[in-house]
């Protein structure tokens, strides 16, 4: 394939990229990411390439490269990375992807897979993260449907190897590539420890475990063999200003509604807010909230529906939803008319189950606000209903602090003190689950580690 082609697929691709995840709107990051990139892609094999770089409003740790120049990171990955070297070893590899052409060798080594599936693949399993495999589908014929593989090892630790020498060459120390891999190692650690715990599989996206194993001394020597071509090294900059480059980055999912604040769910254009159990989670829907128990068996719900005219809260239930009520009752939900009952064999994330529900009317906005729990291996018994009771009647409006509270959590960089603990710094996060292993493994400081007085470190506020 000619390098016009190459890059025309590229550029194809790149829009159905950003129509898809968004570019993360922050200049002066996106110029630094470019600066970082282009000093590495300027040393690379092919010098002469115009390469792209974005970064995308993603909370996956994700970096990856199409044919042609155009490379992402993910303000996820962002969230990760320690060292202006760190950023350069993740571009670094994606920039060897290309100049490699690793999706282009791997098409021509595939018999019965299209280019573009290929391409997808370059997506989906690029060593510095992935997409989603439930956003490719929207990609259109960049995916096509065929069910498609990672890159090979083997053209994993090219990248490793290749894009090593590339740092070398722009003054980056190449033992960066190594602690980057760390730490997407550990992330890949503490996730499947977690998706065990809350019986799920666990959201890896590529694997770093697999490819890099803890005692396949193989990438390391690769790695360590670039060091001699480091030429005149210097970081460029000092790590405390690459850490200030990340101060007030977005954290968490753009894709949820409202704003979740530990187990507190806030909803400032509605006013609303409610409690959901410790260590339950919250899966990001645009439909509404979904929140489950840690093991998955139970789930809890909430939407909103439209008032229709001489709508009672009891009639809304019969006649709008048609659940069939087994008890129910009118009550007074933080000053809203509501009813509060139990529906035999209602849809659920589960299938038809038994249904805790409430729908509480809000006259002034016109607005039902319909709230389900559901458990898994519920029959006719609601096992979880007390945790489902409790979340209905924290339903509550928000007052003037709650406001406050409930903007979009941020990365913020502070200085630890003598006696800060990341104990501590988790106990004060808005981090809903595993705060203290999420804020060891962003700040490179896991399974236990601590920071030093004077050390600026990343937070969640």
Same mark, same amino acid.
Request: net charge neutral; charged share 25%; glycine share 8%.
């Given at each position: 394939?000619?390098?016009?082609?190459?890059?025309?697929?590229?550029?194809?691709?790149?829009?159905?990229?950003?129509?898809?995840?968004?570019?993360?709107?922050?200049?002066?990051?996106? $110029?630094?990411?470019?600066?970082?990139?282009?000093?590495?892609?300027?040393?690379?094999?092919?010098?002469?390439?115009?390469?792209?770089?974005?970064?995308?409003?993603?909370?996956?740790?994700?970096?990856?490269?199409?044919?042609?120049?155009?490379?992402?990171?993910?303000?996820?990955?962002?969230?990760?990375?320690?060292?202006?070297?760190?950023?350069?070893?993740?571009?670094?590899?994606?920039?060897?992807?290309?100049?490699?052409?690793?999706?282009?060798?791997?098409?021509?080594?595939?018999?019965?897979?299209?280019?573009?599936?290929?391409?997808?693949?370059?997506?989906?399993?690029?060593?510095?993260?992935?997409?989603?495999?439930?956003?490719?589908?929207?990609?259109? %014929?960049?995916?096509?449907?065929?069910?498609?593989?990672?890159?090979?090892?083997?053209?994993?630790?090219?990248?490793?190897?290749?894009?090593?020498?590339?740092?070398?060459?722009?003054?980056?120390?190449?033992?960066?590539?190594?602690?980057?891999? &760390?730490?997407?190692?550990?992330?890949?650690?503490? &996730?499947? &420890?977690?998706?065990?715990?809350?019986?799920?599989?666990?959201?890896?996206?590529?694997?770093?475990?697999?490819?890099?194993?803890?005692?396949?001394?193989?990438?390391?020597?690769?790695?360590?063999?670039?060091?001699?071509?480091?030429?005149?090294? $210097?970081?460029?900059?000092?790590?405390?200003?690459?850490?200030?480059?990340?101060?007030?980055?977005?954290?968490?999912?753009?894709?949820?509604?409202?704003?979740?604040?530990?187990?507190?769910?806030?909803?400032?254009?509605?006013?609303?807010?409610?409690?959901?159990?410790?260590?339950?989670?919250?899966?990001?829907?645009?439909?509404?909230?979904?929140?489950? %128990?840690?093991?998955?068996?139970?789930?809890?719900?909430?939407?909103?529906?439209?008032?229709?005219?001489?709508?009672?809260?009891?009639?809304?239930?019969?006649?709008?939803?048609?659940?069939?009520?087994?008890?129910?009752?009118?009550?007074?939900?933080?000053?809203?008319? %509501?009813?509060?009952?139990?529906?035999?064999?209602?849809?659920?994330?589960?299938?038809?189950?038994?249904?805790?529900?409430?729908?509480?009317?809000?006259?002034?906005?016109?607005?039902?606000? &319909?709230?389900?729990?559901?458990?898994?291996?519920?029959?006719?018994?609601?096992?979880?209903?007390?945790?489902?009771?409790?979340?209905?009647?924290?339903?509550?409006?928000?007052?003037?602090?709650?406001?406050?509270?409930?903007?979009?959590?941020?990365?913020?960089?502070?200085?630890?003190?003598?006696?800060?603990?990341?104990?501590?710094?988790?106990?004060? %996060?808005?981090?809903?689950?595993?705060?203290?292993?999420?804020?060891?493994?962003?700040?490179?400081?896991?399974?236990?580690?601590?920071?030093?007085?004077?050390?600026?470190?990343?937070?969640?506020?």
């Amino acid at each position: 394939m000619s390098e016009e082609k190459e890059i025309e697929l590229g550029r194809e691709e790149h829009k159905k990229i950003i129509a898809q995840y968004g570019v993360y709107r922050d200049k002066n990051l996106q $110029d630094y990411v470019t600066m970082v990139g282009e000093r590495v892609a300027q040393v690379s094999s092919r010098p002469n390439l115009e390469y792209t770089f974005t970064v995308l409003n993603d909370d996956m740790i994700n970096a990856f490269a199409l044919p042609g120049g155009f490379i992402y990171v993910t303000r996820g990955m962002l969230t990760h990375m320690n060292s202006e070297s760190e950023l350069a070893a993740v571009l670094g590899h994606e920039v060897a992807h290309v100049t490699e052409k690793h999706a282009l060798r791997r098409n021509r080594a595939s018999q019965g897979i299209n280019l573009l599936s290929t391409v997808a693949t370059a997506v989906v399993h690029s060593q510095m993260g992935s997409v989603a495999s439930g956003g490719l589908g929207e990609l259109g %014929s960049m995916y096509g449907g065929v069910l498609v593989t990672g890159f090979s090892r083997e053209y994993e630790l090219e990248a490793d190897e290749v894009g090593a020498r590339f740092m070398a060459k722009a003054g980056y120390s190449p033992e960066a590539m190594l602690r980057t891999i &760390e730490i997407l190692k550990a992330k890949d650690r503490i &996730e499947i &420890e977690q998706a065990r715990l809350e019986k799920r599989e666990p959201k890896v996206y590529h694997g770093f475990l697999s490819t890099h194993p803890d005692h396949d001394t193989r990438y390391k020597q690769a790695i360590a063999e670039s060091m001699d071509l480091v030429a005149e090294y $210097d970081e460029f900059i000092k790590t405390d200003e690459f850490l200030e480059k990340l101060n007030g980055l977005t954290y968490g999912s753009t894709k949820q509604v409202g704003v979740i604040r530990k187990n507190i769910f806030f909803h400032p254009k509605l006013g609303i807010k409610l409690r959901f159990p410790d260590e339950w989670r919250v899966e990001p829907t645009r439909q509404g909230v979904q929140i489950f %128990s840690r093991t998955s068996d139970a789930s809890f719900f909430i939407t909103t529906g439209r008032l229709y005219k001489d709508a009672t809260p009891e009639n809304y239930v019969r006649e709008n939803l048609g659940l069939s009520v087994r008890e129910g009752r009118n009550i007074t939900i933080a000053g809203f008319p %509501s009813f509060l009952g139990i529906a035999d064999r209602a849809s659920s994330v589960y299938g038809p189950r038994p249904l805790r529900f409430a729908i509480i009317f809000d006259p002034k906005r016109r607005l039902a606000y &319909e709230l389900y729990g559901a458990g898994k291996h519920d029959l006719r018994k609601i096992a979880n209903d007390r945790d489902f009771i409790a979340t209905i009647f924290s339903f509550d409006k928000m007052d003037r602090d709650d406001h406050k509270r409930a903007k979009t959590p941020t990365l913020q960089v502070v200085r630890a003190e003598v006696d800060t603990t990341m104990e501590d710094l988790a106990n004060q %996060s808005p981090i809903t689950n595993y705060a203290l292993d999420k804020l060891r493994v962003m700040n490179g400081l896991y399974p236990n580690g601590q920071p030093e007085p004077g050390q600026l470190i990343k937070i969640v506020d």
